[in-house]
């Protein structure tokens, strides 16, 4: 019989949470999981994250962090880690149409306390991976997920890696999570199949110049042929400062938009966005997104799990991906967590498996419902041609009336808050001890939250 390949000396044989993929969903789970209390006398779960890419950052992905997903990173004792990347409070939303303000409003429902920050994506990954480091998981870059290992039963019982050099090591699991993108390996291994609705519109994602009046907050110029979305972004070294426009344009049309000079670019930009007429494009970066909305019929197969885009993608439009991403990272964690931290002897699967099954019991219809949720949103805001601006305008303007407010309000606090809090995860046996790097308990975090948005909207 042919012996294994040798292991690297960076890939341990066995672990107890093997994460295929470290984006904000797998470097999520990773945070999560070691900042769960555990048993006295217990060591502390081992996790290993696997990621293609060699760095954070380089793909382009949401900067929005809605309160639902600062409420994750907040607990897990990111709350300065964000501010100090430059996080960028967002209270207000406002709606242009030709140039002219039609609505100004608080884009955060009343009543919910945790803040909304814009950070660049790759801002985030890189607080999320040094949170996991310093708790001790250990993140594995430039390998490969390329299959899974079975046992008896067909259960999955590891992951076979795959290095820069094309050598392929097997790293056995208790529970393998597959965190690795919309277009993810462990899912294709799983056989768990996938629900795909293409979108026919995309997003044109750009930077520029800040304009001299723009305020902070989520600014939204209708146009009929599709509306433009700006953000701000932190500060620059040299002073200077950026925001990123997401302009809504029609699918399959990335060549036509890249093949535009930057005068030609500039023109068909402002002409969406008055705002913009004299601000200088940032066009290194820039990219059109394919939209779809995907979701997979099952998260959990076999022993093993997939969250995340794996799981599910939306539209951008309603900002809900990443949180989406840590929401299934902190419900895996506090209900699957105990059960591993209990069964380490024996290795019974039982526990797991049912905890397992409570997660995607509780995760895949609250996902489907915010699935849903994003889609309605992006029929309207995603519609082109004159009647649909026509009605855009409307419904901007009926937002502004009392009974419209009433109707906005419900709409954000569905999109934008915890209606269904998980209980604090408790120890599996016996008095919890702090973590190995404690994470600050999520009340006290947001209070803190709160003083430190203070400090930055005065500054
Ligand atoms: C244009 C755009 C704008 C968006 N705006 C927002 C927004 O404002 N707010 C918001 O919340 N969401 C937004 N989203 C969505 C959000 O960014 C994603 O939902 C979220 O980042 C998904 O995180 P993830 O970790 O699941 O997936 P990914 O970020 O795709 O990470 C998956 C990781 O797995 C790695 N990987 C893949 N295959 C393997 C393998 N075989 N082995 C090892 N590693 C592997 C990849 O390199 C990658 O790092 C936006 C998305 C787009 C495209």
Redesign the pocket.
């Known amino acids: 019989m042919p012996s294994p390949p040798p292991v690297p000396d960076a890939l341990p044989p066995a672990v107890d949470v093997a994460i ?7 470097l999520g789970l990773a945070c999560a999981l070691s900042a769960l209390p555990r048993p006295a006398a217990a060591p502390p779960l081992s996790i290993l994250v ?4 060699a760095q954070a950052g380089g ?6 962090l ?1 309160p639902r ?1 600062t409420r994750h990173l907040l607990g897990w004792g990111l709350g300065p880690g964000l501010l100090a990347a430059g996080a960028r409070p967002i209270d207000a939303v406002r709606v242009h149409a030709r140039g002219r303000q039609l609505l100004e409003g608080p884009v955060v429902p009343p009543g919910e306390d945790a803040p909304y920050y814009v950070l660049p ?1 790759a801002e985030i990954e890189r607080l999320l991976e040094a949170r996991a480091r310093a708790a001790g998981v250990r993140l594995v870059r430039r ?4 299959g899974l290992l079975r046992g008896p039963g067909g259960r999955v019982e590891g992951v076979e890696v795959v290095g820069p050099d094309g050598v392929a090591c097997p790293v056995r699991a208790r529970l393998v999570v597959g ?4 277009r993810s ?1 462990v899912r294709e291994a799983l056989g768990l199949e996938v629900d795909v609705h293409d979108y026919d519109h995309a ?1 044109l ?1 750009l930077e520029a110049d800040r304009p001299a009046d723009y305020r902070d907050g989520l600014e939204v110029h209708l146009h009929r042929d599709g509306g433009v979305l700006l953000l701000p972004r932190p500060p620059r070294a040299d002073g200077s400062a950026r925001v990123s426009v997401g302009v809504l344009v029609e699918a399959g049309q990335a060549a036509l938009w890249h093949g535009l000079d930057d005068e030609a670019l500039a023109r068909a930009v402002a002409g969406r966005c008055p705002r913009l007429a004299r601000a200088a494009l940032d066009r290194q970066g820039m990219h059109v ?1 394919a939209l779809s909305r995907r979701h997979a019929r099952a998260y959990v197969r076999d022993g093993a799990a997939i969250l ?3 799981a599910h ?1 939306t539209s ?1 439009v309603a ?7 840590l929401d299934d990272a902190g419900a895996l964690a506090a209900l699957v967590g105990p059960a591993l931290l209990a069964d380490r002897a024996d290795g019974a699967p039982a526990a797991l498996d049912r905890a397992l099954a409570a997660w995607e019991g509780r995760q895949r219809p609250r996902t489907a419902r915010l699935l849903r949720q994003a889609h309605a949103l992006d029929r309207v805001y995603g519609a082109r041609g004159p009647l649909a601006y026509r009605l855009q305008v409307a419904a901007a303007w009926l937002v502004g009336t009392p009974l419209g407010g009433w109707f906005g309000r419900g709409l954000a606090r569905a999109l934008l808050t915890e209606r269904d809090p998980l209980p604090a995860p408790g120890p599996a046996t016996a008095p919890p001890v702090e973590p190995a790097a404690p994470a600050a308990p999520p009340a006290r975090a947001v209070a803190r939250a709160h003083t430190q948005v203070q400090e930055v909207r005065a500054a």
């Open positions: 295929c993929g470290g984006g904000v969903a797998g696997l990621e293609r890419r793909i382009h992905r949401g900067d929005s809605l997903a994506h390998v490969g997920a390329r965190a690795d993108g919309q390996r997003l994602s997104y995340g885009d794996a993608v951008p900002g809900q991906g990443m949180t989406a991403a």
